[in-house]
């Protein structure tokens, strides 16, 4: 008898969810939604396709003496799993309320073809499948839109200057009263400082760890986009580009990124090294929502 060998079952599974992400090319990966996505499972369902993939999860789950490991059911109460049905569901109700984005039925099967096709651990995405029945409408309301659905929602909030409006005007305010960097950062919520170098010409510099070490390529494009943001015009003197006449310790433009809105200023530089200085002003957290 023909005995497949691990690598055998490993492309085996791999090829079945690439041929389940390409039988859901014609979007008949819902359960009868609605024309915005919203599928028809009763919250019930929903906390029983939950229990099935954290039992799964948790048989995986390393445990210091596998003797002494309890059971799932011990660990994970039907409360706790009605919760977590009813928290899959939350992000998509914001979604719509604040922002009117859907998760429609084109998206979530796009969602899912991609995530079956692109996993890298396809035979825990099998086991996880299966533990649903080989349902995969259930596959994608219990596990593609809850994460899709956070995901979405945390782009949304962090870029919603309405919500982070007091960062926004502290960093303002700050900007408009400062005279250099030191000035800003007296009144930033935080304040970070890196040194960053060209690794094929760092010697003592870069023995540090604090350093960021660049490649030529991306030393290179490092000094361009800084030359841009302050508007340095000057000749570029050294072989790294980075002693073109900065003016040190003035302010760049107000940016953001997830965590806060952010002013940025060059404090020192020469052919090899840049330092950055970045003043912080902190946006409100994803938390609560």
Same mark, same amino acid.
Request: charged fraction near 30%; proline fraction near 3%; glycine fraction near 8%.
């Given at each position: 008898?023909?005995?497949?060998?691990?690598?055998?079952?490993?492309?085996?599974?791999?090829?079945?969810?690439?041929?389940?992400?390409?039988?859901?090319?014609?979007?008949?990966?819902?359960?009868?939604?609605?024309?915005?996505?919203?599928?028809?499972?009763?919250?019930?369902?929903?906390?029983?396709?939950?229990?099935?993939?954290?039992?799964?999860?948790?048989?995986?789950?390393?445990?210091?003496?596998?003797?002494?490991?309890?059971?799932?059911?011990?660990?994970?109460?039907?409360? *706790?799993?009605? +919760? %977590?049905?009813? !928290? &899959?569901?939350?992000? =998509? #109700?914001?979604?719509?309320?604040?922002?009117?984005?859907?998760?429609?039925?084109?998206?979530?099967?796009?969602?899912?073809?991609?995530?079956?096709?692109?996993?890298?651990?396809?035979?825990?995405?099998?086991?996880?499948?299966?533990?649903?029945?080989?349902?995969?409408?259930?596959?994608?309301?219990?596990?593609?839109?809850?994460?899709?659905?956070?995901?979405?929602?945390?782009?949304?909030?962090?870029?919603?200057?309405?919500?982070?409006?007091?960062?926004?005007?502290?960093?303002?305010?700050?900007?408009?009263?400062?005279?250099?960097? *030191?000035?800003? +950062? %007296?009144?930033? !919520? &935080?304040?970070?400082? =890196? #040194?960053?170098?060209?690794?094929?010409?760092?010697?003592?510099?870069?023995?540090?760890?604090?350093?960021?070490?660049?490649?030529?390529?991306?030393?290179?494009?490092?000094?361009?986009?800084?030359?841009?943001?302050?508007?340095?015009?000057?000749?570029?003197?050294?072989?790294?580009?980075?002693?073109?006449?900065?003016?040190?310790?003035?302010?760049?433009?107000?940016?953001?990124?997830?965590?806060?809105?952010?002013?940025?200023?060059?404090?020192?530089?020469?052919?090899?090294?840049?330092?950055?200085?970045?003043?912080?002003?902190?946006?409100?957290?994803?938390?609560?929502?």
């Amino acid at each position: 008898m023909y005995v497949a060998n691990a690598s055998t079952r490993f492309r085996v599974v791999v090829l079945g969810l690439v041929l389940a992400a390409v039988a859901l090319g014609g979007g008949a990966c819902l359960g009868q939604p609605d024309e915005s996505g919203e599928s028809a499972y009763s919250l019930a369902k929903r906390a029983e396709g939950h229990r099935r993939v954290a039992d799964v999860y948790w048989k995986h789950t390393e445990w210091p003496r596998s003797n002494d490991k309890p059971p799932f059911g011990a660990v994970v109460s039907q409360e *706790e799993l009605r +919760a %977590r049905a009813v !928290d &899959s569901l939350v992000a =998509s #109700v914001l979604l719509k309320a604040r922002w009117s984005e859907s998760l429609t039925s084109e998206t979530l099967c796009r969602e899912t073809r991609r995530v079956l096709a692109s996993t890298r651990r396809p035979a825990m995405l099998q086991e996880l499948l299966e533990a649903l029945g080989g349902d995969m409408a259930e596959f994608t309301e219990v596990l593609v839109r809850p994460r899709l659905a956070r995901a979405r929602l945390q782009a949304r909030f962090y870029t919603d200057s309405s919500i982070h409006d007091a960062a926004w005007r502290a960093a303002r305010n700050g900007v408009d009263r400062a005279v250099d960097f *030191e000035g800003l +950062a %007296r009144v930033a !919520d &935080s304040v970070e400082r =890196s #040194v960053i170098a060209r690794s094929a010409s760092c010697r003592e510099e870069c023995n540090g760890g604090d350093v960021i070490r660049l490649d030529e390529g991306e030393w290179k494009d490092l000094v361009n986009a800084l030359r841009v943001e302050f508007d340095v015009r000057g000749t570029q003197n050294g072989p790294g580009g980075a002693d073109i006449g900065w003016r040190f310790g003035s302010l760049g433009r107000i940016e953001e990124d997830d965590r806060s809105v952010y002013v940025r200023s060059v404090l020192r530089a020469d052919g090899d090294t840049i330092e950055l200085g970045e003043a912080r002003w902190a946006k409100a957290p994803f938390g609560p929502w």
